[in-house]
């Protein structure tokens, strides 16, 4: 009898352990097919971005970047913009900054006509550029999420490439499809805000319910199970 309203009480907690999952399960499960029905490299859009030229092709006697004395060089790689070979260099201070590759001079932040340039350049889809928008760090749209000056290049079929100001860089290509994955790993993590925090209290919380509630229903199962077999063998 003991036994008995143990598997009972056991069977009203497995219920509302099923009840206070259930939503989070249905929204990892169609977070994670949602997820799951692209390639991640078609969701980057990597077919949409054109290739970067060779360094064989830059044609120029380079210059190293005259960088001021004050100035601690973390790291710096040579690209190709619109009007020539640049160097992009990072300092210790974190700053972030570009040298003509001509003459080692420094390079302003980019302008419009610059930055529309870079886009095009950039750019390996069909689509035409709609619209080229300055978007200081304070402004970061929800597509990029990161507190850095950019230009927003907009294209015709929705996708938004992101240049940064200062360095004239390609940080970012989000189409359509990337924003609704990017929600549904908000969804997938549970985190809607950042969408980077893989380790937070509610989603250990719920993951522990539902493993909970898993080993709890397999065990009432086993159990039911096993108390058939007994009364079918006493049965006959």
Known sequence: M????IMQRLAKWHIWLGWLVGVPLVLWTLSGL???????EETRGEALRASPPLLREFGVDLVMPRVAPHDVISGMHLVQQADGPVWIVETEGGGTYRYSARDGSLVPPLI????RAIAVASWGGDAALD?????????????????????QAHFADGTNLYIRADSGEVLALRTGWWRFYDVMWGLHIMDLETREDTSHPILILFAALALAGSLLGCALLFRRRKARVSGGVKAS
Do not use: F, H, N, Q
Not at 34 to 40: C, D, G, N, T
Not at 112 to 115: K, T
């Open 2 to 5: 003991a036994r008995k309203t």
């Open 34 to 40: 949602v997820m799951a029905l692209k390639p991640i």
């Open 112 to 115: 419009e006509s610059e930055a």
């Open 131 to 151: 619209s080229v928008t300055y978007l200081p760090a304070d402004m970061s749209p929800p597509d990029l999420r990161a507190r850095i000056d950019t230009w």
